[in-house]
């Protein structure tokens, strides 16, 4: 039967490297673990095992007994002389403990005097002394038989191991083989030890211990596991195990490893050590707490507890998102807290059948983006307030592009239903295209009926809260220290800086030192909602904290440290760093390193938000653009509207790290100073066949970008003369910028690009002029076109080589 070699290793309780170390041995090439074996390879392999257990045994009638016949078929060859100390040790009765208790005697010294020092020469004189206790084990003859046998395994595997060694086997990879050629040290020190035990600063010992009765000290026991950072040298790894080095290195060195007491062990090799001693052992990554941030940490199943959703209210202008927070606000001090003086912190927390919600206490979808943005991701679900008696309107349309490209599951509260015009249906029947079908009608969108200012229906929106958020299961783990995000921060002239944050992971506490953003300190007082003083706040809940050295920002996220120090030296570095790369748009995708994202896995899904002249045009582009799938990559349209770019859609572009395509619409003047700011990528076009050919490009990497688009200034059309010969001239007022007579010319009307081409003529008075600056008039006409009203935008752009 065939079997692999890891298989045949695990079977008999060997690792995989021994089993291809001894096939090596007997001449049968295996390249690794996943090796098969047929049947004759492993009869061979097994009888080279008797042969090396049997040579282990003969002239050793005490060792036979501590074997147990099937178990230590492996054990016996493949560990070394450790394993057969190690059968001795567990037979307490034989009088081959002694070794044991020797080599745990010098063990333990060694670990003694390491202890005060660890510097190389330690180090070296420790392996010495360990070696020439083992060779004086041999030398004694009249010890008893257990311990002869020992060391005669010990000798015969030594010779075996240096045998192999000189032929530096196949088995051992290059990097090994390198360690090998390069360490005559260590074989020095080995033959050295051979040679004079006598001059060895432990002959005083030795003596002690030939002349007078064994000093009895405990053999340590071996830990169940151990922990490393990057890497342990043999004397660390036999300070770990509570074993000596000296045997640590015989144990590499059986497995064809030629090592120093110092030399820095890998991880595969530690792992191999470990495993032949049946230690468990771990690597420990070395984080940088200074991006506490991007520390994931994940919790055992049986440390989470439940803990109250967080949830934000968004809507439309005017469809009583304030009133509703208030409405529930005011029901619970009602239920519960009567007498607390509510406190506007940001954020507050109610209880409903004995259950608590947490309402973000900032209507309106801009703290929600913020903190994004920030890469918070705070809310579990989202109410999205809709007038009965209004129905769907733009900012309707934004919050549910948020929420969904934030995966947060939105109930709508349709809001106003006392107005004689409210009509649910209406509503209901309106939200269907965006994909939130109430479950009346076959979907799955949770509907409730309300009316914010005369109080009804919050209850029942409430249990729909807690309905969603036991589908959810949200959990945290109370038990740990605590991390959040800061949902408010101010400078209070009495407290100095004061933030509202929101407990998303452990329990904060009173006096627990903590970084929040790059604000450093330890927390003096703490306050909820309702104005009483805590001492700590577990998962989900609000409290305003003091004691910080500075005033964070919104959806900055905060953690707890051990110590003040520690705190103090983050938070610093911290605020350096931010210093320094504020604003800096490393996550940024911008189409023309798309590609090189996309190689580095950054990227898997190129997030759109199509903005254009008509619904018609969004349809079409939305489409095409949908289908793009290239190498994997694809592309999502996270929203779309008609009209010009709105700051709005800069915040989702930035929050979601999208790129921003606006067809025959430019942005709003505000919205492309905050895209420059966040440095946010728009792009503008006329053609539909170029915005899916420029995606197109990016994602193959094969955008080349040689000239790009400069806006250089801007003017406003204030009045229109037609002259009956030149035809209409507008009378402008340069608003930013300049006007140049080379440049390219739009003409823009209510953020929608009506006209593209070039600039005729540019006049100040009756003289043509080369440039219009800032705060000047000017005449301006248009090449090809006419249809200038007082109002439009003239803007003027030229093409600028964009350098690689
Ligand atoms: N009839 C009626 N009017 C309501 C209801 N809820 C809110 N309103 C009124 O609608 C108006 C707007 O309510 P707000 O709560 O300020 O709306 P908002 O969405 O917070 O508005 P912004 O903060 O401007 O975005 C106010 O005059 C409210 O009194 C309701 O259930 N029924």
Redesign the pocket.
Known sequence: MKTRVYEYAKKHNMSSKEIVTLLKRININVSNHMSIMDEETVQKLEQHLANLRANASSGNTQAKQVQQPKQDKPQTITSSEARATSQSEKSPKQDGQKPQIANAAGNTSAQATSRGTQNQNQGKNQERRANTMSQNKKQDTKQNEVKGQTTNIEAERKEETLADKAKIPAKVGMEKREKIKKAPQAKKTFEDNRKGPQFNKNQKRSNGRQGGAPVQRPVLELPSKITFTESLTANELGKKLRREPAEIIKKLFALGIMATINQDLDRDTIELICADYGVEVEEKIVIDETNFETIAEVDAEEDLSERPPVVTIM?????????????IRSTNVVAGEAGGITQHIGAYQVEIKGKKITFLDT??HAAFTTMRARGAQVTDITIL?V?A?DGVKP?TIEAISHAKAANVPIIVAV?????PAADLDRVKQELMQFELVSEEWGGDTIFCP?????R?GIEELLEYILLVSEVQELKANPDKRARGTVVEAELDKGRGPVATVLVQHGTLRVGDPIVVGSAYGRIRAMVNDKGRRMKEAPPSMPVEITGLNDVPQAGDQFMVFEDEKKARSIGESRAVKQRDSERRASARVSLDDLFTQIQEGDIKELNLIIKADVQGSVEALRGSLEKIEVNGTRVKVIHTGAGAITESDVTLANASNAIIIGFNVRPEPNARSMAEQEQIDIRLHRVIYTVIEEIESALKGMLDPVYKEEIIGQAEARQIFKVSKVGTIAGCYVTEGKLSRDAGARLIRDGVVIYEGKLDTLKRFKDDVKEVATNYECGVTLERFTDIKEGDIIEAFIMVEVKA
């Not at 809507?315 to 409405?327: I, R, S």
């Not at 809001?415 to 107005?419: F, L, Q, V």
């Not at 309300?450 to 005369?454: D, G, H, I, N, R």
Request: glycine share 10%; aromatic share 0%.
């Open positions: 809507g439309h202008v005017d469809h009583g998102k304030t009133t509703l927070l208030d409405a209507p309106g307030v007038a008696d900012q809001n106003k239903i006392d107005k309300l009316s914010a200012k005369q009804t």
